[in-house]
């Protein structure tokens, strides 16, 4: 008997559980809106803050991105490991986790951003930096997303509503990416002298702001979304050992093949925008642009959200991932050939490229729960909040090979700040926001297509097989 299903009948016999409904989409949403408050904040302005403010070589801030993510291959699938293993709370498995966590993760992220020690020495500023990062993302970022992300496979077993949650914090995900990236560099640019910088007093107060609202986002999650199954862990004896879920995993070509799109489409994604700040502050000499270019950037996702799960079922999540990533790639490599100088231009194209992504990335956390099932198939074992750790270690690799990648990439060129008015630099940091996202967007759709398995007919399949497993064990399906 599936511990799953266990959870299942026990929730349905519980009293005062209340039916799935809008009350949990949009909870599950703000959950989602409160980690990126942090996230997506981390990712358009760390790189910019620490090199234009701090004052730390491009190359630096790059390698401590690479080189944390050694560090998280363990706090992040050691906390999903602990998570399955230890018995569910009061308010359930994952819930509690948001309340513990919520008030250390927005401070850290005021740490991270305060600019205390701007004068300070080279190496005083260094340490800060890598402090800072790692209290943030390596500790408590990782120990509030994972529960957050596990948390969507105990709120409902049905696959229709499961899917609905993943477009919902997508949704949150993208209004977060709005309020961040299209109102705060309104805030945080300023013209000096007829030259647009990045204020570090204006920047630190802005992240005041977002760690505010991302607590209440979190409160609201808390007080909206209710866990209906319970999963308590098998007996030690019964279950695998850590080692040996591993590998089961390891061998798992859902999870495989979905990490490696993943990463490579997230590392595009955020690569793109990590490099985004460089290209309207120096190449089109307007920092404050970047709020319209990322409003017109971010409207596709919109616009895709009320149709993305009607488009997942009639042509299947993987199908539509790979048509929308190829389109991105095309129109990618038309910008690079094109070297426009109109930023209008510029921007539509950008739009595009981030409608293809959106078609893949607004589904990600349906393909995480079809992985799940798989795994059950193969093993008997669900291991949700193992696996979600184990995709969301990879999803940090891509966010760490985006901000290595567009840091080395800009020492390469010859980026310093300040000196960016040479005319190959700036023909460097065009290249570098449409020739490498295109590439890496070319990964991610081969390993879609080609070695991630599951198909629509493939899940529709997997889907009967546990049905009928629960129907013959005498469980409800």
């Known amino acids: 008997m599936s511990t799953l299903s266990t959870g299942v009948r026990a929730a349905e016999k519980g009293s005062g559980v209340r039916p799935f409904g809008w009350r949990d989409k949009i909870g599950y949403m703000f959950g989602d809106f409160g980690n990126d408050f942090t996230f997506i904040l981390q990712s358009t ?62 401070g850290a992220a005021v740490l991270m951003f305060s600019p205390f ?15 800072t990062y790692v209290l943030w993302g390596s500790v408590f970022y990782t120990l509030i997303n994972i529960p957050y992300g596990s948390m969507a496979s105990v709120i409902s077993n049905k696959a229709d509503e499961r899917a609905s949650l993943s477009v919902f914090r997508s949704l949150g995900a993208t209004l977060a990416n709005i309020a961040i990236s299209v109102l705060l560099p309104l805030v945080v640019f300023v013209q000096i002298n007829g030259n647009s910088e990045l204020s570090g007093t204006r920047m630190m107060l802005a992240v005041i702001g977002c760690a505010v609202l991302a607590v209440l986002c979190y409160v609201l999650c808390f007080v909206n979304v209710q866990e209906r199954i319970s999963t308590p862990p098998k007996p030690k004896s019964e279950r695998m050992g850590f080692g040996q879920t591993l590998r089961t995993m390891a061998t798992n070509r ?25 290209v309207f502050n120096e190449y089109f000499n307007s920092g404050q642009m970047l709020s319209l270019l990322n409003f017109v950037a971010l409207a596709p996702t919109l616009l895709l959200v009320p149709v993305a799960s009607k488009l997942a079922k009639t042509v299947g999540k993987k199908e539509l991932g790979v048509m929308g990533m190829s389109l991105g790639v095309v129109v990618a490599l038309v910008l690079f050939v094109l070297r426009t100088e109109n930023p209008y231009v510029y921007m539509a194209g950008i739009a595009v490229v981030m409608l293809g992504v959106a078609c893949l990335n607004i589904l990600i ?58 005319t190959q630099v700036l023909d460097g940091i065009y290249s570098l926001s449409t020739l490498l996202p295109a590439g890496l967007l070319l990964v991610s759709v081969l390993a879609l297509a080609f070695w991630y398995p599951l198909s629509k007919k493939r899940v529709e399949e997997n889907v009967a097989k546990l049905a009928a497993k629960h129907e013959a064990d005498g469980e409800p399906a």
């Open 365 to 422: 956390w349906a393909f995480v729960t079809d992985v799940i099932d798989f795994q059950e198939i193969r093993t008997g074992e669900r291991n949700d909040a193992t696996v979600y750790a184990t995709y969301s270690w990879a999803r940090k690799l891509g966010q760490a090979a985006a901000g290595g990648l567009a840091g080395w990439s800009l020492a390469w060129i010859g980026y310093v700040s300040g000196g960016a008015e040479q």
């Open 117 to 131: 020690l701007q004068d300070g020495s080279y190496g005083v500023r260094v340490v800060w930096m890598v402090v």
């Open 45 to 106: 302005f760390f790189l910019i803050f620490y090199t234009n403010v701090m004052g730390i070589s491009a190359g630096h801030v790059g390698t401590l991105l690479a080189l944390a993510r050694i560090l998280d291959a363990f706090t992040d699938i050691g906390a999903g490991r602990l998570i399955d293993t230890l018995r569910p709370g009061r308010s359930g498995r994952f819930k509690p986790w948001l309340l513990r966590i919520m008030i250390p993760v927005a």
């Open 254 to 278: 859902a999870l495989t093949g979905m990490v490696v799109s993943s990463v490579f489409m997230l590392t595009a994604f955020l690569t793109l925008f990590g490099i985004m700040p460089y």
